[in-house]
């Protein structure tokens, strides 16, 4: 079972830069030894003026989903005790970033949008000076919450949008977009 994680980081003092880092734990170590550098695979570097977007970042993910596909189904792997290889099954457990990350990383919008909960359909209006989302006065017991399949069906939607101007109303209106681990 392995952990995805994608971590930014400014690598340069005083310059607006950053560098996202794409990396796998194997969640089947124990803990003191899943994270030790040589247990960590690391995937990607990813880099530009700031965090990537979930159109961005996906062109990183494709390949590294690709490559789950795969172990998913088992790939034969040599080792000390079975030179012939041995069949190894991996699948992602978990995605692990800060929740900006992780929203991009899934699919999701951020914070600051209408749809800022991806759990359920809750919309959100602007504050009347137009600055940030009202996240109050909201009556909980009218959230219908989304289902996996209804959130993969809405980034599909998405994927399939003839243009960037349904894109954007979709995302709004649902809050999802799709993302390569959909």
């Not at 894109?167 to 681990?181: F, H, I, P, Q, Y």
Request: a neutral charge; aromatic letters at 10%; hydrophobic letters at 35%.
């Amino acid at each position: 079972m392995l952990t995805l994680n994608i971590n930014w980081f400014q690598p340069f003092d005083g310059v607006t830069y950053s560098c996202g880092a794409i990396y796998l734990s194997v969640n089947n170590l124990l803990r003191e030894k899943r994270y030790k550098k040589e247990n960590v695979v690391f995937v990607g570097l990813m880099s530009g003026q700031s965090e990537a977007k979930t159109s961005q970042i996906n062109h990183y993910l494709c390949p590294l989903v690709t490559e789950l596909n795969q172990l998913y189904s088992g790939v034969a792997i040599p080792t000390n005790e079975c030179p012939s290889g041995t069949l190894v099954h991996a699948a992602i457990l978990l995605v692990a970033c800060d929740i900006s990350a992780a929203r991009n990383t899934c699919g999701f919008t951020l914070h600051a949008s209408t749809n800022a909960c991806h759990i359920c359909n809750c919309q959100f209006s602007h504050h009347l000076d137009g600055k940030g989302m009202a996240h109050s006065s909201f009556i909980f017991s009218d959230w219908i919450f989304n289902t996996d399949k209804k959130n993969k069906s809405n980034a599909e939607r998405w994927r399939q949008a003839g243009s960037n101007a349904e894109r954007a109303r979709l995302e709004k209106e649902n809050g999802v977009c799709w993302s390569e681990l959909h």
